[in-house]
């Protein structure tokens, strides 16, 4: 609740609600309609997701949002067993996000019912990184750490990761973090079209975005422990 009453301080009156299947719900909000939703959860799906279709301008943007799950462990397991610590030595958490992001690719980008859709931006907090990054990580592409971007990499080829081609043009490796103690895990995707439109993208780290820990927890008091992936686009 309360979704329609926050979006609308930014002048946003379109606000769409991915599965609720804990505590984090993945939304989106937006200046322009948003003509579909589809709630991305279920088995196997820890946070759960969304994928929503905007019209900007009379084009047809699918946006798809997820938010994977978080722990080294496999979802079904309570932290601190014998059971979790076996299944975090057999990568379970990786194999859990892995799975999550086959899942909502499945259900929408991959999905036939979409194959005529050409406008996409896949984006989220992943809880994973991209062996794109390796020189930064030097874990080597099979490391568990990359599954889930490598399903994305080596399964949906309709979509490029942004950031990093911005970042990259003229093919310098650079690592745009997208949390406040460094790393990346939190991508945007587009399809070409998208990538074709796309003028800047960045995470910045200053002002309000920078956070405060409260001392007391994991938890940001100020914004989160994570930075905004912005990326702007002008049709072209």
């Known amino acids: 609740t309360g979704w329609i009453e926050l979006a609308a301080r930014f002048g946003h009156p379109y606000v769409a609600v991915g599965a609720h299947q804990d505590n984090y719900p993945v939304v989106i909000t937006s200046k322009y309609p948003i003509k579909f939703t589809q709630r ?3 088995k196997g799906i820890s946070h759960g997701g969304i994928h929503s279709q905007v019209e900007v301008d009379g084009k047809v943007v699918n946006l ?12 079904g397991h309570k932290r601190g067993t014998p059971e979790a610590n076996e299944s975090i030595r057999r990568h379970g958490g990786h194999k859990t996000r892995k799975d999550e992001f086959q899942a909502f690719m499945e259900r929408s980008i991959l999905n036939p019912e979409f194959a005529d859709e ?5 984006t989220g907090d992943m809880n994973c990184s991209t062996p794109l990054d390796d020189r930064d990580y030097n874990f080597g592409w099979e490391n568990p750490r990359y599954w889930g971007q490598k399903y994305m990499l080596e399964n949906v080829k309709q979509v490029t990761d942004l950031v990093k081609v911005y970042n990259c043009p003229d093919k310098r490796d650079i690592m745009v973090w997208s949390t406040q103690g460094g790393g ?6 587009g399809s070409e079209p998208m990538l074709n439109s796309m ?20 938890f940001w008091s100020q914004s989160s422990d994570h930075l905004p992936v912005i990326v702007d686009f002008i049709w072209r």
Not at 118 to 122: E, T
Not at 210 to 217: A, E, H, L, N, P
């Open 64 to 75: 798809v949002g997820f938010h994977t799950w978080p722990q080294a462990y496999e979802m």
């Open 40 to 42: 991305l959860g279920g």
């Open 184 to 189: 990346r895990i939190d991508l945007m995707y």
């Open 199 to 218: 003028i800047k993208a960045k995470s910045p780290q200053v002002g309000f975005t920078t956070g405060k820990r409260t001392g007391i927890s994991n």
């Open 118 to 122: 050409k406008y996409w931006i896949i």
